[in-house]
């Protein structure tokens, strides 16, 4: 008999787990939860442990990623479960309750569902194997740090310390149906705008504008079609200015101002023509500033990749494994790719095949987030499914 998950248990880990705060970098208490949490369930101790991130990312990250290991009840190559940890500050004090087959926060916070149900659930999937003692390959749980502000944890997480798994199941979505088999890229960017102070008052024509050259540069991008939402006949991608800061009084021409945004594709070659049409802009505003004497503003334009694209096959087995495995609870998967980035961004970059699945979240950083118990349930079976199937 295949083995069952407990619903009140898979309920009772998840309104503990969404109790604890854990900002992004802040990630011990919730750690300490799942630790204790798989202890009980009979996972030993000794094959439980945090690995290097933190040091390696520096200071302001208390613990690393948390990771645990089974040796197989079976054979097959060793399969990993992976959730973020971290939420992002709209889900500080955040008050859970159950209301009409949800749990929602109790006033203006978001609820911590992203990412509090896939740590939930792969601890319910995880206690019921061991309660059952069911078959199983190799297995890793590996939960995540720093997610919500730049995929840290999985980008510093070594294979190694994973067992080198041969495929894995993420945990950061919605509905179980949805099968993601791909995911965006990135490049963050910016951009140091160097101009000449003068008294904006009494000398104005002395002065060299680095806010008027950065206000140049988002008025051609927007123009040209280079902001939002960018479309290049069959290129597609979107692109924003998120950040802008400058300036130290009204009576002063500005003459420091640094701007930050990011660009997105699913293709790399296109990722790179959007981030050159911002570096150009941006070169091209500031020598169109100058002052009386000629002098001109200038500008140092830095990129880096945040996260590449990726997209496996239907027929990959970890694709097939998935389907296969929803197929079997009854559920009618398909599958899709995502315009954000995720976990699986950087697994796959390290030669890791990753498929995201849901498990209830939905409305994530808003006030307006909530479990969906009846999808979260049926993630828990889903991880479940995932652990034992051949």
């Known amino acids: 008999m295949s083995p069952e998950i407990s619903e009140a248990r898979a309920l009772d880990h998840l309104m503990a787990l969404l109790r604890?705060?854990?900002?992004?970098?802040?990630?011990?208490?919730?750690?300490?939860?799942?630790r204790r949490r798989l202890i009980e369930a009979g996972w030993p101790?000794?094959?439980?442990?945090?690995?290097?991130?933190?040091?390696?990312?520096?200071?302001?990250?208390?613990?690393?990623?948390?990771?645990?290991?089974l040796p197989g009840r079976a054979g097959g190559a060793r399969r990993m479960f992976v959730g973020h940890m971290d939420t992002v500050p709209l889900c500080r004090r955040a008050v859970p309750v159950r209301k009409d087959g949800r749990i929602v926060a109790r006033g203006a916070t978001a609820v911590r569902a992203d990412n509090r149900t896939a740590v939930a659930a792969i601890v319910t999937a995880a206690e019921a194997l061991r309660t059952s003692g069911a078959r199983h390959p190799p297995l890793t749980l590996l939960f995540t740090i720093a997610e919500e502000i730049g995929l840290h944890g999985a980008k510093e997480v070594r294979p190694a310390d994973l067992g080198r798994p041969a495929m894995a199941f993420n945990f950061d979505s919605g509905d179980p149906a949805r099968i993601i088999v791909g995911a965006i890229g990135a490049t963050r960017w910016e951009a140091v705008l160097h101009g000449r102070s003068s008294h904006a008052g009494m000398h104005p024509e002395e002065g060299v504008s680095a806010m008027l050259a950065a206000g140049r540069a988002i008025a051609e991008l927007g123009d040209r079609g280079w902001f939002g939402r960018i479309r290049r006949g069959r290129q597609a991608g979107t692109a924003n200015v998120g950040i802008i800061r400058g300036g130290e009084a009204t009576n002063q021409v500005t003459d420091l101002v640094t701007v930050r945004g990011e660009c997105r594709s699913h293709r790399a070659a296109f990722l790179t023509r959007i981030t050159a049409a911002y570096e150009a802009a941006f070169r091209r505003a500031a020598r169109s500033v100058r002052n009386v004497r000629g002098q001109r503003?200038?500008?140092?334009?830095?990129?880096?990749?945040?996260?590449?694209?990726?997209r496996l096959p239907e027929s990959h087995p970890a694709v097939c494994t998935a389907l296969r495995a929803a197929r079997d609870l009854g559920l009618h998967p398909v599958t899709e790719v995502v315009d954000g980035g995720l976990d699986a961004n950087p697994l796959v970059e390290k030669g890791i095949p990753t498929v995201t699945l849901g498990a209830g979240q939905h409305g994530a950083h808003s006030v307006d987030e909530y479990v969906d118990i009846a999808e979260y349930l049926a993630g828990c079976r889903l991880a479940l499914r995932l652990m034992t199937a051949d």
């Open 20 to 34: 604890i705060e854990g900002l992004s970098g802040d990630e011990g208490a919730v750690a300490d939860e799942v």
């Open 45 to 69: 101790a000794s094959a439980i442990r945090h690995d290097g991130a933190a040091r390696r990312l520096g200071p302001n990250f208390k613990v690393g990623n948390l990771i645990a290991r």
């Open 297 to 310: 503003a200038s500008v140092e334009f830095r990129t880096q990749s945040d996260y590449r694209a990726f």
